[in-house]
């Protein structure tokens, strides 16, 4: 079974696939507020915008780091 592990700021939410990762290192690298390995959770989606957050994992070479928007609650 896949591992999957979800982070959100509201907007976004975060999904990393560690089996997938590469540890290329592009998100600690280009995002390093959002991903500090040496943090517990690891991934802060809080600490970017949208955009941002998702322009980085479109680069994400292997694949691990996905998105999907939350929906509004209204």
Request: a positive charge.
């Given at each position: 079974m896949e591992t999957?592990?979800?982070?959100?700021?509201?907007?976004?939410?975060?999904?990393?696939k560690?089996?997938?990762?590469?540890h290329?290192?592009?998100?600690?690298?280009?995002l390093?507020k959002?991903?500090?390995t040496k943090?517990r959770?690891?991934?802060?989606?809080?600490?970017?915008t949208?955009d941002?957050?998702i322009?980085q994992?479109?680069?994400c070479?292997s694949?691990?780091?996905s998105y999907?928007l939350?929906?509004?609650?209204?």
């Amino acid at each position: 079974m896949e591992t999957k592990k979800e982070y959100s700021n509201g907007e976004v939410v975060v999904i990393w696939k560690p089996e997938l990762c590469q540890h290329a290192g592009i998100c600690v690298k280009t995002l390093p507020k959002v991903y500090n390995t040496k943090e517990r959770p690891w991934i802060k989606p809080e600490n970017a915008t949208a955009d941002e957050l998702i322009a980085q994992i479109n680069k994400c070479p292997s694949g691990a780091l996905s998105y999907r928007l939350e929906k509004e609650s209204k």
